[in-house]
């Protein structure tokens, strides 16, 4: 019913940049919220950045004024400049949207990408 598309992700060296772009799909009638997560091995998986419809965004601590979240339509690009070897993770997208399945529609959802991974060399 929703499906996300990511793609940009890479090997990179420290302080380099590289965007991360989610492009969302299926039958939704607005996006709530768009947002990127990630995980590395053996952590939980955590808030990089969101943005909701309204336009509020939130950042993590760890990557405030490095990267940066922006929505259009029904795609959000992550720009990440400054990398460090601790960002490397495996990233993912997520969508909250108003959509319409199997005849019901719903006010709000939870759809996440398959994931792109991000390697940061030191």
């Known amino acids: 019913q929703v499906q996300l598309v990511e793609s940009g992700g890479g090997l990179v060296q420290a302080g380099g940049s590289l965007r991360l772009s989610c492009a969302a799909s299926?039958?939704?009638?607005?996006?709530?919220?768009m947002g990127w997560y990630r995980q590395a091995p053996g952590k939980q998986r955590e808030l990089v950045a969101s943005?909701?419809?309204?336009?509020t965004i939130t950042y993590a601590d760890s990557v405030k004024d490095r990267f940066t979240i922006s929505r259009d339509k029904m795609t959000a690009d992550l720009q990440m400049n400054s990398l460090k070897p601790e960002d490397s993770s495996v990233y993912y997208c997520n969508v909250d949207p108003r959509y319409f399945y199997r005849s019901r529609v719903y006010s709000s959802g939870d759809f996440w990408g398959q994931g792109t991974q991000v390697t940061v060399s030191s």
């Open positions: 299926g039958s939704i009638f607005s996006i709530n919220s």
């Open positions: 943005i909701t419809s309204g336009g």
